[in-house]
């Protein structure tokens, strides 16, 4: 399960953190050493988009290049949560974002969208002008 929170209506230049806890999964299905755990988000109408990565072991990070320098991504692996801290928003953040996590390793960085094996359901994040 992925408990996602930290969603909401926000103004224009204003700050968001989400929140992804995952729990409930056997080691079978999920590894307490997974791969990575990214945020990714679908505005309407729009396909949904890779916005944040980050490696579980070393931290490494991916942001897309329109969140860079705004969001930064984080994980606490004692809690098996992951963070996206959101700063300076723009309307154009405005989406539905989702919590995934890729549980084996991969060669490729950043991890594409349709690699990542389970997702959460998602959290809503309006920004107003």
């Known amino acids: 399960q992925f408990a996602e929170s930290g969603g909401g209506l926000v103004q224009s230049g204003g700050s968001l953190r989400l929140s992804c806890t995952i729990s409930?999964?056997?080691?079978?299905?999920?590894?307490?050493?997974?791969?990575?755990i990214g945020w990714f988000r679908q505005a309407p109408g729009k396909d949904r988009e890779a916005v944040s990565c980050i490696k579980r072991r070393d931290g490494v990070v991916y942001h897309i290049d329109s969140v860079k320098g705004r969001f930064a991504i984080s994980r606490d692996n004692a809690k098996n949560t992951a963070y996206l801290q959101m700063d300076s928003m723009k309307p154009e953040d405005t989406a539905v974002y989702y919590c995934?996590?890729?549980?084996?390793?991969?060669?490729?960085?950043?991890?594409?969208?349709?690699?990542?094996?389970?997702w959460g359901q998602g959290v809503q994040v309006t920004v107003s002008s």
């Open positions: 409930g999964f056997t080691e079978v299905y999920l590894p307490k050493d997974y791969y990575a």
């Open positions: 995934a996590v890729k549980v084996t390793d991969d060669s490729t960085w950043p991890i594409p969208l349709w690699k990542y094996d389970y």
